[in-house]
């Protein structure tokens, strides 16, 4: 017998081994049931089908990316708000970024995003007119 075919014998029997080389087959030519020879094993069932597609996936991933973009609009406002007070320089740019990705990913909190575009912008206004004024990226509030 070559390995060929015991791993045919193997295989389609499923379950049952094959052992030795004189073991009964379905190829020997013996009558299925005879003495010394198990029963044909039954056939494998059937691969269970994938499953389908859940319906509420794509509304889950809308979702998540709408949380995200609502977090990125109020992150904008507050760093925005923040900015007009301490660290212009870093906290304006950065509320500007959020504002225009909250936007991009249509936030359903379009109007706190742009609160958050305008303060940033409005942080950058801040920081010139100190520059400009002062010669210096430092805040001088002493006369």
Do not use: K
Not at 83 to 97: E, K, Q, S
């Amino acid at each position: 017998m070559t390995l060929t075919d015991f791993a045919r014998r193997v295989t389609d029997s499923g379950t049952r081994t094959v052992t030795g080389s004189g073991a009964a087959g379905p190829d020997d030519g013996a009558a299925p049931g005879a003495a010394g020879q198990a029963p044909a094993p039954a056939p494998a069932p059937a691969p269970a089908p994938a499953p389908a597609p859940v319906a509420g996936a794509d509304a889950a991933d809308s979702r998540a990316v709408g949380r995200e973009a609502d977090g990125l609009a109020v992150a904008s406002f507050v760093l925005g708000l923040v900015g007009l007070l301490f660290f212009n320089v870093l906290l304006g740019p950065t509320a500007i970024v959020m504002a225009l990705l909250a936007l991009a990913r249509r936030t359903r909190r379009r109007g706190r995003a742009l609160l958050g575009l305008a303060l940033g912008v409005a942080d950058l206004v801040v920081l010139a007119v100190l520059v400009t004024g002062n010669g210096a990226v430092a805040w001088d509030f002493g006369g």
